[in-house]
């Protein structure tokens, strides 16, 4: 398989979106990338190149954002990640603001913001939380984050 670098994908000098938990403790990172069916394999590689090159700190949560899925691991040490979701169906709401066939990594990174940021306030309840992410909950990333922060880094 060709490295995703070498395939149009670019290592990250610090990662997109931090989230913390509400004493501070940094508990997942997520990545943005505008590639369009990069596929499993693909993230699998460009997730094991980031720990390898140490351009993403070793957290418990991990989350690669593609226009089209989303995918989550639990632990550095696993390979695979525990579960993918179609991007639409993780970010509902916040998905449809984006413009038809948006090409901006960064439009997909402020919505992926938002939709964290959201998620993170403590205000919602518990019905509502599921009803949004069911799959942060059963990987159990969202007790985690509840009443944290979101801290989206910027290029220099």
Known sequence: MTDP????????????ILIFSPDRQ????????N???AGEEWAIQFRRN??????IP???YFLLVFPDTV????????EQPVTSVPTPEALGRFFDVLP????????????VSSWLQTLTAASMTEEESAEVA???????????IRGGHVERRTAA
Request: glycine share 10%; hydrophobic share 40%; proline share 5%.
């Open 5 to 16: 670098v070498e395939r149009g994908g670019t290592m990250p000098s610090m990662p997109d």
């Open 26 to 33: 940094l508990e997942a990172v997520v990545e943005v990338k």
């Open 35 to 37: 590639r369009r069916n």
């Open 50 to 55: 980031l720990l390898a090159h140490g351009l």
């Open 58 to 60: 070793p957290v418990e």
């Open 71 to 78: 995918y989550l691991w639990r632990g550095t040490e696993a």
């Open 100 to 111: 038809a066939g948006s090409s901006s990594e960064t439009s997909l990174e402020l919505v």
């Open 134 to 144: 069911k799959w942060l909950v059963d990987a159990g990333l969202y007790e985690r």
